[in-house]
């Protein structure tokens, strides 16, 4: 298999993984950063209420979880040049400033030109850089890569487990390619069924006839 040089999973992995680690639940600093942003004097974070996500230009909608907090526009580089690698969604179970004793699930769609990627014929080519990526933040593959369907959409699948002590985080990454870019869904969550859940929650268009 080729390799190819991660693009935006670099920038992106080094900024979400700090968001999604939970804290240690023995932890006295943990509660007392609960007790300083739960204060009177903080107010609440935004927050997404039951808001579907749609994407016209790739044809797939992503029905974010209520009350989940969206730090796409946080999280973006320079939009002005479409061409070029983009993260399309970035939404947290909680914000990061606010600590707790679980895995922060989240959700992260992002969008890399296949040019940046030479000699990627197949989503599978992709995996190689994406595993190699994502161990090296001190994941484990949880399975070999297989092909997933939603709906009628192929696309392939990639599972990663991190152990955290107590709890364990679990992370998918489906990738599609489609209209020269590379889709890739990351989803991260406490437990299997909680991932299934969140995996759920995508969908795209129906071809046209």
């Known amino acids: 298999m080729a390799r190819f040089p991660p693009q935006i999973l670099v920038a992106l992995l080094l900024t979400l993984m700090p968001w999604?680690?939970?804290?240690?639940?023995?932890?006295?600093?943990?509660?007392?950063?609960k007790t300083e942003q739960h204060g009177t004097h903080t107010s609440p974070p935004p927050a997404i209420a039951d808001t579907d996500y749609r994407n016209p230009e790739f044809a797939f909608t992503y029905k974010t979880p209520y009350a989940w907090v969206d730090r796409t526009k946080q999280m973006q580089d320079d939009p002005a040049e479409p061409t070029k690698s983009k993260l399309l969604l970035?939404?947290?179970?909680?914000?990061?400033e606010v600590t707790g004793d679980?895995?922060?699930?989240?959700?992260?769609?992002?969008?890399?030109?296949?040019?940046?990627?030479?000699?990627?014929?197949?989503?599978?080519?992709?995996?190689?850089?994406?595993?190699?990526?994502?161990?090296?933040?001190?994941?484990?593959?949880?399975?070999?890569?297989?092909?997933?369907?939603?709906?009628?959409?192929?696309?392939?699948?990639?599972?990663?487990?991190?152990?955290?002590?107590?709890?364990?985080?679990?992370?998918?990454s489906l990738i599609l390619l489609r209209k020269g870019f590379v889709l890739s869904f990351t989803f991260i969550a406490g437990s299997e069924d909680e991932l299934d859940e969140l995996i759920e929650k995508l969908s795209f268009d129906r071809a046209r006839p």
């Open 102 to 172: 679980t895995v922060n699930s989240a959700v992260v769609i992002t969008a890399e030109t296949a040019a940046s990627y030479p000699g990627l014929k197949s989503a599978a080519d992709y995996l190689g850089p994406l595993t190699e990526l994502t161990t090296s933040k001190g994941f484990k593959a949880a399975a070999d890569p297989y092909e997933f369907s939603v709906q009628t959409t192929p696309l392939v699948r990639a599972d990663f487990v991190k152990d955290l002590g107590k709890i364990t985080m679990h992370q998918s």
């Open 20 to 33: 999604v680690s939970a804290q240690n639940p023995g932890s006295s600093s943990s509660k007392n950063k």
């Open 90 to 96: 970035a939404v947290f179970e909680r914000p990061p």
